[in-house]
């Protein structure tokens, strides 16, 4: 049985590949006897996609042999990186696709420039509007992936002002491209949606979002997860804001991604079934959270990767962490 995308549940599912993409994915399908085939006992969902980690700070093989065949990585420097995403786009490459914004725009001495985890070049620090729009276009023209990361993080020190923050945003915006933010501390979010961010990469834990401002982030603003890293296995009072925060959200139509922080403490590499159940706790149905991980169905001419599990995930999300197959881009990267 299998999980093709929204909605599509297909009993005895065939998966039908070539070079890299899919030819055909549903059931009741009959494979002629030259065709290789590969015989799973399992339950079948797309493979999953990380929207937050710093891949630089975890193993690649790891990571896709644990389920994850595509990750963005929000924030790590552009010599290390993009060529390490570069590599990913290869046949053979022992990790996920990887698509990586580079450093994250910030102000001088601001947040992460002083950062134990982040190696030099993390952070892009700017002074003024025209070098805040001078870094989107530098960064987007490095990155090709369309989104610019900034940070706002007033708990670890300065932050950009209005008038650099809305330039960072106007400049993206006129380029086609998003902006997600790394927003902590009291202000910062009602901040980042007054100058037209699009998307928060945490969601908000260090306050309690009056039920006006959830409402004008959820009329326009996505939400990466990340959950679990605010509670490392217990519960905590940042943990229970930016659950209370989501819920809220949630209920006022807006729109949540998978995103772990991969890279940061014990974040385990490949499915994290703990952040799975954070999200379904937060208020996602279990079909909800499941289309949160993986973002793009099986179906004709997408990306061939997949995963197959050993008990149905409809039935107790537990199952996201017994695999029984990683297929990345046509390749059998696990199978047990």
Same mark, same amino acid.
Request: charged share 20%; aromatic share 6%; with cysteine.
């Given at each position: 049985?299998?999980?093709?995308g929204?909605?599509?549940? $297909?009993?005895d599912? !065939?998966? %039908? ?5 899919i030819?055909? %994915?549903?059931?009741?399908?009959? #494979?002629?006897?030259d065709?290789?085939?590969?015989d799973?006992d ?6 999953? #996609?990380d ?11 790891a #990571?896709?042999?644990?389920? $994850?065949?595509?990750v ?9 990186v ?8 290869t046949p ?6 990887i698509?990586a ?9 601001? &947040?992460? @420039?002083?950062?134990g ?16 729009a001078? %870094?989107?276009?530098?960064?987007? =023209? ?6 610019? =990361?900034?940070?706002?993080? %007033?708990?670890?020190?300065?932050? *950009?002002?209005d ?5 960072v945003?106007? /400049?993206?915006h006129q380029m086609?491209?998003r ?13 980042? *949606?007054?100058?037209?961010?699009d998307?928060?990469?945490h ?6 979002? @009056? ?5 004008g ?25 930016? /659950?209370?925060?989501?819920n809220? &959200?949630?209920?006022?139509g807006?729109? $949540? /991604? &998978?995103?772990?922080? *991969? ?7 490949g499915?994290h !079934?703990?952040?799975a ?31 197959? *599990? ?5 039935e ?6 017994d695999?029984?197959l #990683?297929?990345?881009?046509?390749r ?5």
């Open positions: 049985m299998g999980w093709l929204p909605g599509r549940f $297909v009993d599912v !065939v998966v %039908a590949v070539d070079r890299g993409r030819e055909f %994915a549903g059931g009741g399908a009959t #494979v002629a006897a065709v290789p085939v590969v799973v399992g339950f079948v969902i797309p493979g999953v #996609v929207r937050h980690v710093h891949i630089g700070l975890s193993e690649p093989g #990571v896709v042999a644990g389920g $994850v065949t595509a963005r990585d929000l924030g790590w420097p552009p010599d290390a993009f060529p390490l995403a570069d590599a990913s786009e053979g490459f022992e990790g996920p696709l698509r914004v580079g450093p994250m725009i910030t102000c001088r001495g601001g &947040y992460p @420039s002083r950062a985890w982040a190696p030099s070049g993390t952070a892009l620090e700017v002074g003024g509007p025209d070098l805040a001078e %870094a989107v276009r530098q960064v987007l =023209k490095e990155s090709g992936i369309g989104v610019v =990361k900034i940070a706002l993080n %007033a708990d670890e020190g300065p932050t *950009l002002t008038e650099e923050l809305v330039a945003c106007d /400049t993206a086609e491209a902006v997600t933010c790394h927003a902590e501390g009291r202000g910062q979010v009602e901040r980042a *949606l007054g100058a037209g961010v998307e928060f990469a969601c908000p834990w260090s306050e309690t979002l @009056s039920d006006e401002l959830i409402a982030v959820a009329a326009r603003m996505r939400i990466v997860s990340t959950l679990d890293i605010l509670s490392r296995g217990s519960d905590t009072p940042e943990l229970r804001r930016a /659950t209370d925060n989501l809220r &959200y949630l209920q006022a807006g729109q $949540v /991604t &998978y995103g772990t922080d *991969l890279g940061n403490g014990s974040i385990p590499p499915i !079934v703990g952040e159940w954070h999200l379904h706790r937060a208020g996602l149905s279990t079909e909800g959270v499941i289309e949160a991980m993986t973002f793009r169905p099986l179906e004709k001419d997408e990306p061939a990767d997949l995963v197959a *599990l050993a008990a149905n995930p409809f107790d999300l537990d199952a996201l962490g695999l029984r #990683v297929v990345r881009a046509g059998i990267v696990r199978s047990n």
